[in-house]
């Protein structure tokens, strides 16, 4: 059975500070993760991708992938009340096109 | 950019009756998929497809059937609607190579009465 977890939450953090969210896999066959954004009510949408080992930024938010260690996460920078969501870490394992999905963290982004 | 059009936005059935949802890409992707999305059980696959003529259960195909005669376009079929199968409908698409994204579409809101 493959498996994504995630902290269901809520993560709440204050306007301006750091948020991090993490994720992690037990298919060691992985190998694409994306991070979606899916605010109430809407249908999630791609923030961002990673398949390498290490960090990958997209303005203000950051992935990071150790695969040694099944992890990946998403740094959200100078959170903004706009970022209150939920996040979908989703793993895609190199063999299928199958995509497997986490639960979800919701995020809420105080003023 | 990817777009990916469900033809209903919400849609209110009764029990018993035979629903069609629609789903169109307009990228000429490869790979389709209808996911359904209840509070506390996450995205949950109901099938996908990777070729016209082609589809492939997912986790939860009970009570569903699909079908995709064009490349563009998968129907999700509820053979015989339950109050069981109201949910948020998913769909979604991308290209076949691994490094490929899921693009969604807006949802479909369904409630069988």
């Known amino acids: 059975q493959k498996e994504v977890e995630q902290n269901s939450g809520p993560l709440s953090v204050p306007e301006g500070a750091i948020a991090s969210l993490n994720c992690t896999y037990s298919?060691?066959?992985?190998?694409?993760f994306f991070w979606y954004r899916q605010y109430s009510g809407k249908s999630p949408e791609l923030i961002m991708f990673?398949?390498?080992?290490g960090d990958k930024e997209d303005g203000r938010f950051t992935a990071q992938l150790n695969k040694a260690s099944q992890y990946v996460s998403l740094l959200i920078r100078d959170s903004q009340p706009s970022d209150s969501a939920t996040y979908l870490c989703?793993?895609?394992?190199?063999?299928?096109?199958?995509?497997?999905f986490g639960p979800g963290t919701r995020l809420s982004v105080l003023p | 950019d990817v777009k990916v059009t469900q033809s209903s936005r919400y849609l209110v059935k009764r029990t018993g009756e035979k629903v069609f949802l629609e789903c169109v890409q307009d990228?000429?992707?490869?790979?389709m998929f209808w996911y359904r999305q209840d509070p506390g059980l996450g995205l949950r696959l109901i099938y996908f497809?990777?070729?016209?003529?082609?589809?492939e259960k997912g986790d939860i195909p009970e009570g569903y059937s699909v079908s995709r005669e064009k490349k563009e376009r998968f129907s999700l079929i509820l053979e015989s609607a339950s109050t069981n199968q109201t949910s948020m409908y998913l769909c979604?698409?991308?290209?076949?190579?691994?490094?490929?994204?899921?693009?969604f579409g807006n949802g479909t809101r369904l409630t069988v009465t």
């Open positions: 979604a698409s991308s290209l076949s190579p691994g490094d490929s994204p899921l693009h």
């Open positions: 298919d060691r066959g992985s190998q694409s």
């Open positions: 990673i398949y390498s080992n």
């Open positions: 989703a793993v895609k394992i190199d063999y299928g096109q199958n995509f497997v």
């Open positions: 990228m000429d992707h490869e790979n």
């Open positions: 497809s990777y070729d016209v003529k082609m589809k």
